[in-house]
Structure formats: C-alpha cells, structure tokens
C-alpha cells in the first residue's frame, strides 16, 4: 500500500510483524530480508529505510534500496534523512560504501547535509569520498560550507583536482583571494593550471598579474595571461609595472 505522497507505507498487516521484527538479526543474516522482501517488496517503506540506516546495517540499507520503491512529495525528506543518517557513519571507508549504495540508488543531489558532509571530506582528505560527492553535484563552493576556498587556502592540489569538473556558484578566480601569501611561485603557477582551463578570468586574476609583474615572476605571468589576465587592467598597471622595474 501506499499513502498520498507516494511514499510507501507499512500496510501489510501479515507481513508487517516479521518484517519488523527482523531488526535484530539483519547484520547476521540479511538473507531473511532478502526471503521476505523477494515476495513482498511492497512492504518496503520510509520507517525501514531509516531503521537499516540508523542501525548502520549497509545489507539491509542496499536490499531496501533495492525493492523500495520511494517516490512523491515526501522523496526529498526521505533522501536527506538517509544523508543525514549516513554521515554519522564515523568509518571513513563505511561511510564511502554507503553513500556508494545511495548513490547507485539515486539518493543523493545536493543540499546543505552533503556540503556539510563535503567540507568535512574535504578537511580530512577522504578523497574517493570527496570524489563520490562532487561526481553527483554536490557544490563545492556555497557558505557556510566553501569546500572549494578552503582546498585553495591550503594549497591542496589533489582535491582542486577533483573539483575541476564541478559546477560553481560564483566566479572562480574569487579564490585567488584566499591563496596564502606565503605560497611560492611554482605552486601559484600549478594553481592556474589547474583553475586556469575551468575559467580563472577576471579582477582578481588581473591583480594578480600585476603583483606578479611587480615580483618579476616570469613563469607565473606567463600562466596568468595564458588563462586571460588581462594587461589592460588599471590603465596598462601591468605593462607600466614592467617599465618601471
């Protein structure tokens, strides 16, 4: 049976006090899950998706995902429940395979919980984690969760690997702003060649390119006008910087 939202619920009066009762003995023996459900998946509901999830059964979680059928006005609250739940998963390598089973199940968009979730990845450097999550849309660089501004002021290369293929809610040479003083010269030239094919153009990038002037770092001027710096910025700042030094 199912409610008006679509979402299914526990109606089946039968089957419903074995199904329920099962709890307990689904990390030994998903296999009386399995018997059960193989001739009655429409038993499948909201409350026992949330039970395998809460009880960090991953058997149970991929069978239920497997015969629910989960749809409706309520789909949304079910999926960030599910979210929710998993991130609690302390694990590193158990949390990955069960946001690889929501995934596969098609569980999993972006909302506040996985940019949470991201920033946390991103911080401790799961990156087949942060690599799962940025593969299925979530955004990487939306406050108060900026994934994106934090791998750039840590310099991190690997994870500003994996977000080359993100879509950004504002431009990207805004992150220019949170690159460390400190950084040297190879390094901001490996971080436009990074950032650079993905779109680095604008101000930030054009002052950028007159403090590289200023500092006389030819690899780094190169990359930035290769990527669309312009020269132009500040009435020719970067070319009447050239003439002074």
Known sequence: DR??????????????????GL????????????????????VVCRHLLLKALESQNLPATAIMLAYGRFSGD???????????????VQDDRRRHKFFTVLV?????????????ELMKD?????????KLLVDVGVIVDMEPHNAFYWAVSHMDFDILELFKSCKFSSPISLALKF?????????LVRLVEILGPI????????????????????QLVDAMIRYGASIEFEQASAIQTTLEN
């Open 179 to 187: 690159v460390p003083d400190s950084t040297s010269e190879s390094d």
């Open 104 to 116: 596969e199940s098609e569980f999993v968009a972006d909302s506040l919980v996985l940019r949470q």
């Open 3 to 20: 409610d008006v939202t679509g979402v299914q619920t526990c109606a089946l009066p039968i089957l419903e006090p074995e199904i329920q």
């Open 122 to 130: 991103v911080k401790t450097r799961q990156l087949p984690l942060i």
């Open 74 to 88: 309520h789909f949304r609250d079910v999926r960030n429940l599910a979210c929710e739940f998993v991130s609690r």
């Open 199 to 218: 779109g680095l153009a604008g101000e930030p990038l054009d002052s950028y390119l007159i403090c590289a002037v200023r500092r006389r770092r030819i």
């Open 23 to 42: 709890g307990a003995r689904w990390i030994p023996s998903p296999d009386l899950l399995l018997l059960c459900l193989a001739h009655r998946p429409e």
